[in-house]
């Protein structure tokens, strides 16, 4: 079991977590370790001689997923004042199984793609496509709006994930607007939330359609 | 027929330590809670003064009972027994029984001593052990796919599919595949701790009925029939640590003495963690158990799916 692998695990863990959890002050801490992850990858996953532009991305990517998402995203929590996600669509027992299916799944998807790059480790494009239907799962199944932005984060985490096991030259420019774009929907969205829970008291996006409070 | 003679001497010495060893964790877990609070404590014999104590006692039937409450204690400590027969004991010590598939049978001998405690509180009619059995089975037929799930883990893991066959090739390639017995390691204390009702999904220590879920179902037992059920949740403790120490702690050095020395001490210390997580940890409200429970089986499916998939 070499390290790679066992790094994969983890993240198909905070994954896992991430599924199970209520309270989302432990969500934006379990995506902010995630990011961190996700942005060392590339420095472990290559085989060609690191340049002054991967370590930089490294650093950009951990600055950017690891200490602004969380900061801006709790300065979220903060303004709207939620702490936990009350009633998701989908219970967090029922979310865990759909996890461990969606886990099963990516495992079999990647059993029948053949993959032309040699690979980081034989669970890591599973452990991607497994972020991914995690981020996705997340924004369907949870009702705050916050929530949903965290599930876009780690949707992205996931395809990052995808590109550095698949060891696929990593372009300076392409992921420096990969990451600004996630960047300003994260931005965009805080500020959003912000109004929403001003007009509606609440940021529960299944109920926006329902009544216009204070409008 | 000498290596035969070593073999069934060292099986049954290992079988028979664990009999008379058992009571000891649940002393050793009862002083770790004691240190941790800043109390002297029961001393580490004392479920065995209790024992002692019950045996030489009468027992008091109910009148609404029937044979299912009398045979219950017997069923258990029995099944207890039989699955202490399965795994080798000590660790270096062989198993008495072992044969291709037994880790089905083991997990079903826990199956038939609880099929028998819940029967039996629902046989005294007392609506407070129907509650504890009610929820007695819940959490079981969760920790059951858990447990199961992490046997067959280990299982694919070691290529092997009865429990000695398993103890043994997890000394032979320790750490193998670190990752995986670090979640089935995880997902089986999880499972030890429901299984046996400590902290955080009961609490043995309660006395009031309503939050009671073990405990409930053995209230109207006395004398010998308590004995029994208190040695058979001993044996119960002992089986479940075996199998985590065994798992987590593969140290051999070849000679059969020491190995069992080694991993007594294993057991011992892992009593001692369940101390510090009794000490350290509150119980969880009852509906968060369920919710443990299957994130301990997403764990093993998770270590499970890891194994299948190697390669």
Same mark, same amino acid.
């Given at each position: ?8 695990? #983890? ?117 991607? #496509? ?6 996705? #799962? ?33 372009? #300076? ?43 | ?33 004691? $240190? ?23 027992? $008091? ?33 062989? &198993? ?26 629902? =046989?005294?009619?007392? @609506?407070?052990? !129907?509650?504890?059995?009610?929820? %007695?089975?819940?959490? /079981?037929?969760?920790? %059951? ?6 046997? @067959? ?16 090739? @997890? ?13 089935? &390691? $995880? ?13 955080? &999904? =009961? =609490?043995?220590?309660?006395?009031? %009925? ?5 405990? $409930?179902?053995?209230? =109207?037992? @006395? ?8 040695? /058979? ?12 120490? /065994? ?22 210390? !892992? ?6 997580? %009794? ?16 994130? &301990? ?15």
């Amino acid at each position: 079991m070499n390290l790679p692998d066992s790094i994969m695990i #983890f993240l198909i863990l905070t994954n896992l977590s991430l599924l199970a959890s209520s309270r989302l002050n432990a969500c934006i801490k379990t995506v902010a370790i995630q990011g961190i992850i996700v942005g060392f990858l590339p420095l472990i996953a290559t085989k060609c001689p690191l340049t002054i532009y991967s370590y930089l991305l490294a650093i950009l990517i951990i600055t950017v997923k690891g200490i602004l998402f969380p900061y801006l995203l709790r300065y979220t929590l903060r303004s709207v004042d939620v702490r936990r996600e009350i009633e998701p669509f989908i219970g967090y027992g029922a979310s865990i199984i759909i996890g461990v299916i969606a886990l099963i799944m990516s495992f079999w998807l990647c059993r029948h793609i053949t993959f032309p790059e040699p690979i980081l480790s034989y669970t890591a494009p599973a452990a991607a #496509f497994f972020t991914i239907f995690c981020g996705l #799962f997340l924004i369907v199944s949870r009702v705050k709006a916050l929530t949903q932005v965290i599930g876009y984060v780690v949707f992205e985490n996931g395809i990052y994930m995808f590109g550095s096991a698949m060891l696929i030259e990593q372009s #300076f420019l392409v992921e420096l607007g990969i990451i600004l774009d996630v960047f300003v929907v994260v931005f965009i969205m805080g500020i959003m939330m912000f109004h929403i829970s001003r007009a509606f008291d609440h940021i529960d996006t299944n109920k926006l359609g329902e009544s216009e409070k204070k409008g | 027929m000498n290596d035969f003679g070593t073999f069934l001497f060292r099986a049954h010495a290992g079988f028979l330590a664990a009999l008379i060893l058992a009571p000891l964790i649940p002393g050793v877990i009862n002083r770790t809670k004691a $240190v941790f609070a800043g109390r002297q404590g029961p001393p580490l014999l004392q479920l065995y003064y209790d024992l002692f104590k019950l045996l030489r006692k009468g027992t $008091v039937y109910s009148r609404t009972t029937s044979w299912v409450f009398r045979a219950a204690p017997v069923v258990t400590l029995s099944a207890c027994i039989g699955v202490l027969m399965l795994i080798p004991c000590t660790g270096a010590s062989p &198993a008495l029984i072992s044969f291709q598939g037994d880790i089905i049978l083991f997990a079903y001998f826990f199956g038939i001593a609880r099929f028998f405690t819940v029967s039996a509180a629902l =046989d005294t009619g007392s @609506s407070f052990e !129907g509650m504890g059995a009610s929820r %007695e089975v819940l959490y /079981a037929a969760l920790a %059951e796919p858990a447990f199961l799930l992490s046997l @067959s883990a280990l299982a694919c893991l070691n290529s092997k599919i009865s429990l000695s066959g398993i103890f043994i090739a @997890s000394t032979e390639h320790p750490f193998a595949n670190i990752a995986v017995i670090a979640l089935v &390691a $995880v997902t089986l204390v999880i499972v030890l701790l429901t299984e046996n009702c400590r902290v955080p &999904a =009961d =609490d043995p220590n309660t006395h009031l %009925e309503l939050t009671m879920i073990h405990e $409930v179902m053995v209230l =109207d037992y @006395s004398g010998p029939d308590f004995a029994y059920i208190l040695y /058979a949740s001993a044996l119960k403790l002992w089986a479940f640590a075996s199998i985590v120490v /065994a798992v987590a702690l593969p140290l051999r050095t070849g000679s059969f003495i020491t190995d069992s020395l080694i991993f007594i001490f294993g057991i011992l210390a !892992g009593a001692v963690v369940v101390g510090i997580i %009794e000490s350290t940890m509150a119980r969880f409200r009852l509906d968060k158990i369920p919710k443990l429970l299957i994130a &301990a089986a997403a764990l093993s499916a998770t270590a499970l799916l890891l194994t299948l998939t190697r390669g």
